[in-house]
């Protein structure tokens, strides 16, 4: 009998990881608005549970924070440091989920703003974002030993993020860290499993207030960004999973002092993630991504990885 009780302690201990290091590890996605590639950011985590999570991300190729800046031939890269924090609580009988993440950036290299070389090295704060989300459908909100029993079906669950103008910016620059913007992202996803798949769809809108201290004293605005992602996710028994994701995203075009720009994004996205539980309290993820195509040309590619740790929601 012993042995039997432990198999089952270990499956238990392992559906629950699978659960609370999806949540987790969700928050890590920092990249643009529209260009995030994030798995698993509906799944269902006991009440109460608080995750700290750290990790690193380096871009190279065009701009992650603004697809839209009016340069071309990018040579840039980004080395983020990124924390961020999410908890899980009850809202009218549903599990929901707040989270914030920081992202500390260097950004250096080359590009060209009307056949001119400019060329930029510069590290500080990108824009900080925060995220509400509610599973209204398919995701009650559970304790730790309900959740041990739970099977998820179906999720729909819907989020709203907001990221306020703070950061590193030069209006003086063409290339910055931050853009000097709110922006606000209203999110609809469904989350399906079957049996050790999970297949996943999430749709956005990305809107943006004006930058009334764009390049040399101009006003930028932007037309919202419509994205939707798409994910394939194989959970294993030990508690690690692994996804296949895709992301298109379009519109998000710009216009300067009244004078419409040439820049329309219709691009996708494809990348993979894997992670990987160290015990009931930690685990880490790696993701990678890139750009498939591009319309505006700013294409970039991305490797991240990070580690969470969590407490609290009755373990």
């Not at 590639?37 to 603004?66: H, K, Q």
Request: aromatic share 10%; with cysteine; net charge neutral.
């Amino acid at each position: 009998m012993q042995p039997m009780r432990q198999t089952r302690l270990r499956g238990q201990i392992a559906g629950w990881l699978r659960c609370v290091t999806a949540v987790a590890l969700a928050v890590m996605a920092w990249r643009a608005p529209a260009q995030e590639i994030e798995p698993r950011a509906y799944s269902n985590a006991p009440i109460g549970v608080n995750f700290f999570i750290a990790g690193a991300v380096e871009t190279r190729g065009g701009l992650p924070s603004d697809s839209t800046v009016p340069v071309t031939n990018e040579d840039l890269r980004t080395t983020s440091l990124v924390m961020a924090y999410a908890h899980v609580f009850e809202l009218w009988g549903r599990s929901a989920k707040f989270d914030a993440i920081v992202p500390y950036t260097q950004l250096r290299g080359s590009a060209e703003l009307n056949g001119e070389p400019v060329e930029r090295n510069v590290t500080g704060f990108g824009r900080p974002a925060f995220r509400m989300s509610v599973n209204f459908h398919g995701a009650p909100a559970l304790s730790l030993p309900e959740l041990r029993e739970w099977k998820q079906d179906l999720i729909v669950g819907a989020s709203l993020q907001v990221a306020p103008p703070l950061g590193q910016y030069d209006p003086d620059r063409i290339i910055n860290i931050s853009s000097n913007r709110w922006s606000f992202k209203p999110e609809l996803g469904l989350s399906k499993a079957a049996g050790p798949w999970t297949l996943e769809l999430q749709a956005a809108a990305t809107f943006f207030t004006d930058n009334d201290e764009f390049f040399r004293g101009t006003t930028r605005s932007q037309d919202p960004v419509y994205s939707l992602q798409g994910h394939v996710i194989r959970g294993l028994a030990s508690g690690v999973w692994w996804s296949f994701d895709a992301t298109w995203f379009a519109g998000g075009r710009s216009e300067v002092d009244g004078v419409r720009n040439r820049d329309l994004q219709q691009n996708w996205r494809v990348g993979a993630s894997l992670a990987l539980p160290v015990d009931p309290l930690n685990s880490i993820k790696f993701a990678v991504s890139s750009g498939v195509s591009a319309r505006t040309g700013n294409n970039f590619d991305a490797i991240g990885v990070s580690w969470q740790r969590r407490w609290g929601g009755g373990l």
